[in-house]
């Protein structure tokens, strides 16, 4: 076996011509498939993917994508937004966030217009980079809007741990961090999406192993295939699931091998354990209350939990979107955003109404950017 | 000298210095030397007239500095309408306590560049600020041309024309983003910031037929093309596979979600050709030292009017469209 | 923000931080959430500032040599497909 090269990582899995060699091999076997297949890809990084690279263009038509819930911004309700923004209104304050959360509306501002207001608002590539800058002000409240699936909340952990460490007391977190099984499971409840199939999310994997979808395929009878990002990866695991459906076979199978193992990064998962636990309910936009969907700081740790210590100036009532946003629609794969009446006119990512169009994981978002001929 | 004081933009002792010591030292030439109240200049033909202030962020940056900009970037946009780049108005907004010798390294590099093109710098103004009233330095130039190739238009693509780009494509935009702060990226990137005169002048001299020309600043060869196909209402067809993008650019793209396509350029121009003259135009770029990675990317056609469309190595296609919000604030 | 990204490391200092390297771009991250010991000429996957696991060679490779074969399958089965095409061919005129 010849030795790995880094480019052989990006470029053999953006092969054209394996692509090539997949499609082909999807269209035999997709030709004995009994009925059509709706394959739910749960990550939005996996719809940025197949509408990036158009890969439905290259599959046959019994095959359909539904896009999922796995964009951490997009299924933020707008109450929880303008926690962030009174949060970076509190005085003396710097609000730190990841990218995506800037300029995601709330019901009256976002954080992109405060900031132009004058309120000290970062964007940071790192959440490590919160150590730093709590460091260098120590007489400000720093507080941390952390969000994320599984494959962020361990990096949350890891600053938790640092700030502990060194003793630093002026930083605050509020945690919005997410979990993928609950809010499958939310979607099958529901019964409308009529999906027969998963493509589980990568990353998410990669921490939490892909253990958590063993369930899946017992209790829905749909199989689950993890899979890496890039467009070999997306169609090597539609093969999978094809070729599932056509054994009458119904597994959890691992496509993303090279970082994917059944347990998973069990030091981050301890980390994550030591600082957090599941809270009771959160409200996900477009779908309501999920019990045990996300996460919140442990007791030993009320003295860093800016939704304690800022409980006064924090919003409680719950907002909906603006009427003609049908983004929690999409959020439960019921609809795709070329169906949206504001799609492309009324709400684009300058002008967003919803956030699935800010954020790089939304679906609205991906098809304006990969707009399909 | 070390730092510029508020004196030296006050019209008296020391702002007459420091236009001798430094302005007039390295941009020295008859016209501006002669100290007029105005520049008087005599040209035979149409001319070409272009402004652009500069407030890039750093101010110096692997492959050059905001002088390298202020010069090449207002001299390009005379060589986009076929103009030979003549005479540059220079003004400089200076930040109180500004290094002396930092402008002085800024004053040279815009000398350098000037040569380049030929150009002169034959008036100019300063002034100096309090703290905190600029950010460091900010240059405006202007710039005439004589205009030695009419027709060039966003307005003037026909169906069947050839889209051909001078070099790699999204050097300028991710050389400066690797250099800001908070971000922790480092590497060889340079900026591909550079003046393109020669290059348009060889083009004008093999007389190719030009459809149109634009050199590919903010918002990246996305924006360029998406103006074209808007302006002369067609459908500009790109091969994914053939535009040139340098590996660091991909890197930096791959770390941050960003597209080289919208990335901004300073030293990239994209031309339009007809069909015949395709093979011609791309020998003419490739025999040039700053333009020796030219390559066809696409054709025109009438496929869907105002779209651009992207091909790609897979066998599918989508629509590339104009970059949004915020991708990177001053970046030139 | 699920974009991680695979890098190699070519660096590691003594506050657990590495030097890694994507495409030419170098940056640092932190090895705080590694489950496995790395080397410098690992490749390791980086989210947000962080390792997140060190992707494993054998299986990348192994993946790689299935997608050849696939590739080396098709080709065969087009070769074939072309030659049956000409065989049926209709409008052939025998002579």
Redesign the interface.
């Given at each position: 076996?010849?030795e790995?090269q880094?480019?052989?990582?990006?470029s053999?899995?953006r092969?054209?011509?394996?692509?090539?060699?997949?499609?082909?091999?999807i269209a035999a076997e997709a030709k004995k498939l009994k009925e059509p297949l709706k394959i739910m890809e749960v990550?939005?990084?996996h719809t940025h993917t197949i509408?990036?690279?158009?890969?439905k263009?290259?599959l046959p038509s019994n095959i359909d994508f539904i896009h999922g819930p796995?964009c951490?911004?997009c299924i933020m309700p707008k109450e929880r937004i303008d926690h962030a923004i009174a949060l970076a209104q509190i005085e003396n304050s710097i609000l730190l966030t990841?990218?995506?959360m800037i300029?995601v509306p709330g019901s009256k501002s976002s954080l992109a217009l405060e900031r132009a207001n004058g309120c000290d608002i970062r964007a940071?590539?790192?959440?490590?980079?919160a150590i730093k800058i709590a460091l260098e002000n120590p007489d400000k409240k720093v507080i941390f809007f952390a969000?994320?699936?599984e494959?962020?909340t361990?990096?949350t952990a890891?600053v938790l741990?640092?700030m502990e460490k060194r003793g630093i007391k002026n930083l605050y977190f509020h945690i919005n961090h997410v979990l993928v099984p609950p809010a499958v499971d939310a979607i099958m409840a529901d019964g409308k999406a009529k999906i027969n199939a998963f493509i589980g999310?990568?990353?998410?994997s990669?921490?939490s192993g892909a253990k958590i979808y063993l369930p899946l395929p017992k209790q829905y009878a749909t199989p689950v295939v993890v899979s890496g990002?890039e467009?070999?990866d997306v169609m090597?695991s539609i093969l999978m699931i094809v070729k599932q459906k056509n054994e009458n076979r119904c597994e959890m199978e691992i496509q993303y091998?090279?970082?994917v193992t059944l347990d998973g990064?069990?030091?981050?998962q301890e980390?994550i354990a030591k600082f957090m636990k599941p809270r009771e309910h959160f409200r996900w936009r477009g779908i309501g209350d999920i019990p045990l969907s996300a996460l919140e700081l442990r007791e030993e740790y009320a003295a860093y939990d800016a939704e304690k210590i800022f409980a006064d100036i924090l919003p409680t009532e719950p907002i909906d979107d603006h009427k003609l946003c049908i983004c929690g629609t999409i959020l439960k794969g019921l609809a795709k955003p070329n169906d949206c009446k504001v799609f492309g006119t009324a709400c684009?990512?300058?002008n967003p109404m919803g956030s699935c169009m800010v954020s790089?994981?939304g679906a609205c978002n991906a098809y304006?950017?990969?707009?399909?001929? | 000298m070390k730092q510029i004081q508020l004196s030296h933009g006050g019209g008296g002792k020391e702002t007459n210095s420091l236009i001798h010591d430094l302005f007039y030292r390295y941009f020295g030439n008859d016209i501006l030397i002669a100290a007029e109240d105005a520049a008087v200049l005599e040209v035979k033909n149409k001319i070409a007239f272009t402004t652009d202030s500069f407030t890039v962020s750093p101010i110096f940056f692997n492959g050059g500095n905001i002088g390298k900009l202020a010069i090449a970037g207002t001299v390009n946009d005379l060589a986009m309408m076929g103009a030979k780049p003549l005479y540059l108005s220079s003004a400089f907004m200076i930040e109180e306590g500004f290094s002396f010798d930092d402008l002085e390294t800024i004053v040279k590099t815009m000398a350098e560049e000037l040569k380049q093109s030929g150009a002169k710098i034959v008036c100019g103004d300063t002034k100096v600020v309090p703290k905190g009233a600029v950010d460091q330095i900010f240059i405006n130039t202007s710039g005439i041309g004589e205009i030695e190739k009419e027709g060039i238009s966003a307005n003037n693509l026909h169906e069947g024309d050839v889209i051909i780009v001078s070099g790699d494509v999204g050097r300028h935009g991710a050389a400066i983003l690797m250099e800001r702060e908070?971000?922790?990226i480092s590497g060889d990137l340079q900026s591909d910031c550079a003046t393109l005169w020669s290059a348009v002048q060889a083009l004008i001299d093999s007389n190719v037929t030009i459809s149109a020309l634009r050199d590919a600043t903010r918002g990246g060869l996305s924006a360029v093309l998406n103006e074209w196909a808007e302006q002369s209402s067609v459908c500009l067809e790109i091969e994914e596979a053939s535009v040139p993008v340098d590996e660091a650019v991909q890197g930096i793209c791959?770390l941050?979600?960003f597209e080289a396509f919208d990335f901004a350029n300073e030293g990239t121009f994209i031309i339009a050709v007809p069909q015949q003259h395709a093979v011609l135009a791309v020998q003419v770029l490739q025999s040039v030292d700053i333009t020796s990675k030219a390559t066809i990317i696409g054709h025109v056609t009438m496929k869907?009017e105002g779209k651009v469309?992207l091909h790609?190595?897979?066998?599918?296609?989508?629509?590339l469209?104009l970059p949004?919000?915020e991708l990177l604030p001053r970046i030139c | 923000?699920?974009?991680?990204i695979?890098?190699?490391i070519v660096e590691i200092d003594e506050d657990n931080i590495a030097t890694v390297?994507?495409?030419g771009i170098k940056r640092q991250?932190?090895l705080?959430?590694?489950?496995d010991e790395v080397d410098v000429g690992d490749?390791i996957?980086i989210?947000?500032?962080?390792a997140?696991?060190k992707?494993?060679?054998?299986?990348?490779?192994?993946?790689?040599?299935v997608?050849q074969e696939?590739?080396e399958?098709?080709e065969e089965?087009?070769r074939r497909q072309v030659i049956e095409d000409d065989d049926n061919c209709d409008s052939r005129v025998e002579t």
């Open positions: 076996m010849s790995l880094l480019k052989d990582l990006y053999g899995f092969d054209p011509d394996t692509i090539k060699a997949l499609a082909w091999a990550c939005g990084g509408m990036k690279y158009g890969l263009q290259l796995g951490p911004v990841l990218g995506d300029r940071l590539y790192s959440p490590l980079d969000i994320g699936f494959t962020t361990p990096m890891a741990e640092q999310p990568a990353h998410v990669v921490i990002f467009p070999v090597q091998s090279r970082s990064n069990t030091k981050a980390m684009t990512p300058n790089s994981e304006y950017r990969y707009g399909e001929i | 908070g971000l922790g791959e941050f979600g869907k469309i790609s190595l897979y066998g599918s296609s989508r629509y469209d949004k919000g | 923000m699920c974009l991680s695979p890098s190699k390297d994507t495409m991250v932190s705080d959430l590694m489950l490749y996957l989210h947000v500032g962080f997140m696991n992707i494993d060679e054998e299986e990348a490779l192994q993946s790689l040599e997608y696939m590739l399958a098709m089965d087009e």
